[in-house]
T-cell receptor, first 115, second 114 residues
Framework: KAGVTQTPRYLIKTRGQQVTLSCSPI?????VSWYQQTPGQGLQFLFE???????NKGNFPGRFSGRQFSNSRSEMNVSTLELGDSALYLC??????????????FGPGTRLLVL | AQTVTQSQPEMSVQEAETVTLSCTYD???????LFWYKQPPSRQMILVIR??????QNATENRFSVNFQKAAKSFSLKISDSQLGDTAMYFC???????????FGQGTRLTINP
């Protein structure tokens, strides 16, 4: 089976712009979670989607949003980018989601640089 | 709040040695799952090992094993016969019942020297 894929892999944006990141889960997986990784804050949970519904949301401002499509692919959007949004954004997929304690399988990440 | 703590920011050992990475967690829940993930320079997060809290037997995967001490809330990772390819950041993580997310520790940067 193909692993989790994320596009694009690298992105450079300027402050004030918006960005959309995409994640395709492992075939058959219905849950997608997103995490932000920065040197200062480490790995922080953004949100989890399951069957097109947001199950949980982390402590991030409303500029961060996401959605999941019927084929389980997920997108996250960041509007009005700030310098502090520069990070590696990781998505992870699983069959039933974190509530089942399943292993989360991660994609290679999208590295976002905000100038 | 549930937390995961890794007290060793960096470790370095010689190839073929055994190394143990420490992790402690804090939760009042009885049902939870613990993980060790490896993140090499490519930044791809890779599962090393998974432990279910209700299982007393320590999980093992080839050269990787854990020492799960539930009462002490400790979950250390032992790497035997370390190899150069084991060089990476290692993250301890937990899914606590009801939390619906992975909570990560700060990570331990492990370097295996030839």
């Amino acid at each position: 089976k193909a692993g989790v894929t994320q596009t694009p892999r690298y992105l450079i944006k300027t402050r004030g712009q918006q960005v959309t990141l995409s994640c395709s889960p492992i075939s058959g997986h219905r849950s997608v979670s997103w995490y932000q990784q920065t040197p200062g804050q480490g790995l922080q949970f953004l949100f989890e989607y399951f069957s097109e519904t947001q199950r949980n949301k982390g402590n991030f401002p409303g500029r961060f949003s996401g959605r999941q499509f019927s084929n389980s692919r997920s997108e996250m959007n960041v509007s009005t980018l700030e310098l502090g949004d520069s990070a590696l954004y990781l998505c992870a997929s699983s069959l039933e989601g974190t509530s089942s304690g399943e292993t989360q399988y991660f994609g290679p990440g999208t590295r976002l640089l905000v100038l | 709040a549930q937390t995961v703590t890794q007290s060793q920011p960096e470790m370095s050992v010689q190839e073929a040695e055994t190394v143990t990475l420490s992790c402690t967690y804090d939760t009042s829940e009885s049902n939870y799952y613990l993980f060790w993930y490896k993140q090499p320079p490519s930044r791809q997060m890779i599962l090393v090992i998974r432990q279910e809290a209700y299982k007393q037997q320590n999980a093992t995967e080839n050269r990787f094993s854990v020492n799960f001490q539930k009462a002490a809330k400790s979950f250390s990772l032992k790497i035997s016969d370390s190899q150069l390819g084991d060089t990476a950041m290692y993250f301890c993580a937990a899914i606590i019942q009801g939390a619906q997310k992975l909570v990560f520790g700060q990570g331990t940067r492990l370097t295996i020297n030839p």
